[in-house]
């Protein structure tokens, strides 16, 4: 069983923020920002800082870039409006991969109007172990993908904390390599042969967040639906729905107690790319992204996020997830568990962080290293 490392290189943050950040200013320092009254307005707040990136996984070897990350606020906001934040990231590896990612997250009219995107294109090796809750280590496959994701939501408020809007999704994926005699090989599977999908639906989103990127109080709940169609452009008919509850608690302690409930259901000729997974940076950390997947999915996590000295803080976690073909078929007994524990490192004073963790679980040992919390 392969093992993955990934290794960002953010020892001496603090120096590496000195000495790549370019802030443009056109107020007051942050510490000002904090302490402006609540009433008031503030004028135009610009800030850029770019970090470096590398990483080693067995898969693609050595990786190296850069991310950029531009925080701002218009004139005439207040201090309870969230900023809006921009984020190109670009790596490439000694494999002559190319990864690629430009994501932006835009509040608008003292946060009635939320705008969030993202264009992704990555030429990156994958682990393929088959479908369903109980698929064996020996039925691992690599596969390269080759993937062209675009999503973009947008939602305005129509009572107090909530929300209502649309999600569109897209996907163009090639896959140019596989193993010789393995399941994707046979293109039994839907999906092994690539995917074209496109989909647009609803969501409902609930947010009482405090902080959008570290919260400490608060909830976050997010509904959507997106049917994917022929009709939109995409190669197959199916659906996907997706529950994502979330809350915030303080006062335990020293620290913050984030809880997660994540369940995903799939109705119709999914490929398996879009199957719901178990796995990854996010979700189920201590498992290969997609070591698990099927039609539907449940995943309950949990994070406690305390402070250490200064900008650097801790956290400890844990997992435990299942998919099944069928709701019915979901069984105490059958969840995978995992846990861990990892770092933190306060990039800003708006709250954006750069984690370090270590994972644990039946499948070994696995290191993650990521810019924001999981959840």
């Given at each position: 069983?392969?093992?993955?490392?990934?290794?960002?290189?953010?020892?001496?943050?603090?120096?590496?923020?000195?000495?790549?950040?370019?802030?443009?200013?056109?107020?007051?320092?942050?510490?000002?920002?904090?302490?402006?009254?609540?009433?008031?307005?503030?004028?135009?707040?610009?800030?850029?800082?770019?970090?470096?990136?590398?990483?080693?996984?067995?898969?693609?070897?050595?990786?190296?870039?850069?991310?950029?990350?531009?925080?701002?606020?218009?004139?005439?906001?207040?201090?309870?409006?969230?900023?809006?934040?921009?984020?190109?990231?670009?790596?490439?590896?000694?494999?002559?991969?190319?990864?690629?990612?430009?994501?932006?997250?835009?509040?608008?009219?003292?946060?009635?109007?939320?705008?969030?995107?993202?264009?992704?294109?990555?030429?990156?090796?994958?682990?393929?172990?088959?479908?369903?809750n109980e698929s064996p280590d020996d039925a691992e496959e690599a596969y390269t993908s080759r993937t062209i994701n675009f999503?973009?939501?947008?939602?305005?408020?129509?009572?107090?904390?909530?929300?209502?809007?649309?999600?569109y999704e897209f996907k163009k994926e090639t896959i140019p390599e596989v193993e010789p005699g393995g399941q994707l090989a046979?293109?039994?599977?839907?999906?092994?042969?690539?995917?074209?999908?496109?989909?647009?639906?609803?969501?409902?989103?609930?947010?009482?967040?405090?902080?959008?990127?570290?919260?400490?109080?608060?909830?976050?709940?997010?509904?959507?639906?997106?049917?994917?169609?022929?009709?939109?452009?995409?190669?197959?008919?199916?659906?996907?729905?997706?529950?994502?509850?979330?809350?915030?608690?303080?006062?335990?302690?020293?620290?913050?107690?984030?809880?997660?409930?994540?369940?995903?259901?799939?109705?119709?000729?999914?490929?398996?790319?879009?199957?719901?997974?178990?796995?990854?940076?996010?979700?189920?950390?201590?498992?290969?992204?997609?070591?698990?997947?099927?039609?539907?999915?449940?995943?309950?996590?949990?994070?406690?996020?305390?402070?250490?000295?200064?900008?650097?803080?801790?956290?400890?976690?844990?997992?435990?997830?299942?998919?099944?073909?069928?709701?019915?078929?979901?069984?105490?007994?059958?969840?995978?568990?995992?846990?861990?524990?990892?770092?933190?490192?306060?990039?800003?004073?708006?709250?954006?962080?750069?984690?370090?963790?270590?994972?644990?679980?039946?499948?070994?040992?696995?290191?993650?290293?990521?810019?924001?919390?999981?959840?």
């Amino acid at each position: 069983m392969k093992t993955r490392l990934l290794v960002l290189v953010c020892a001496a943050m603090s120096l590496v923020s000195s000495a790549f950040a370019q802030n443009t200013q056109e107020t007051a320092p942050d510490s000002a920002l904090q302490t402006t009254p609540a009433d008031s307005v503030a004028p135009a707040y610009r800030k850029w800082n770019i970090y470096p990136v590398a990483y080693y996984t067995p898969e693609t070897q050595f990786g190296f870039g850069t991310k950029l990350v531009h925080v701002r606020k218009s004139k005439g906001t207040l201090p309870t409006d969230r900023p809006d934040l921009y984020s190109p990231t670009l790596v490439y590896t000694t494999r002559k991969q190319i990864l690629t990612s430009l994501s932006a997250d835009v509040w608008r009219k003292h946060n009635d109007q939320h705008l969030h995107t993202q264009l992704e294109y990555s030429d990156y090796p994958y682990f393929f172990f088959g479908i369903g809750n109980e698929s064996p280590d020996d039925a691992e496959e690599a596969y390269t993908s080759r993937t062209i994701n675009f999503y973009g939501q947008l939602e305005r408020k129509i009572f107090k904390k909530v929300y209502l809007g649309a999600r569109y999704e897209f996907k163009k994926e090639t896959i140019p390599e596989v193993e010789p005699g393995g399941q994707l090989a046979q293109k039994s599977i839907v999906g092994s042969e690539g995917v074209v999908a496109s989909g647009l639906g609803p969501m409902l989103m609930i947010d009482s967040r405090n902080n959008v990127y570290t919260p400490s109080t608060g909830d976050y709940h997010q509904f959507s639906a997106v049917f994917f169609g022929k009709y939109l452009g995409g190669e197959d008919n199916f659906t996907r729905y997706k529950l994502d509850l979330r809350k915030y608690m303080s006062g335990l302690g020293p620290g913050v107690l984030a809880v997660q409930g994540l369940f995903t259901f799939t109705v119709g000729d999914a490929p398996f790319q879009f199957l719901a997974p178990l796995g990854g940076v996010n979700v189920m950390r201590g498992f290969l992204e997609g070591r698990f997947r099927d039609e539907d999915a449940a995943v309950v996590q949990a994070d406690y996020r305390f402070p250490i000295k200064g900008r650097i803080g801790g956290a400890v976690f844990g997992g435990a997830g299942q998919v099944s073909k069928r709701i019915p078929d979901f069984a105490l007994n059958q969840f995978h568990l995992s846990g861990g524990a990892g770092l933190r490192y306060k990039l800003n004073n708006e709250g954006m962080v750069v984690r370090g963790d270590v994972a644990f679980s039946n499948q070994g040992m696995y290191l993650y290293f990521a810019f924001a919390e999981a959840f």
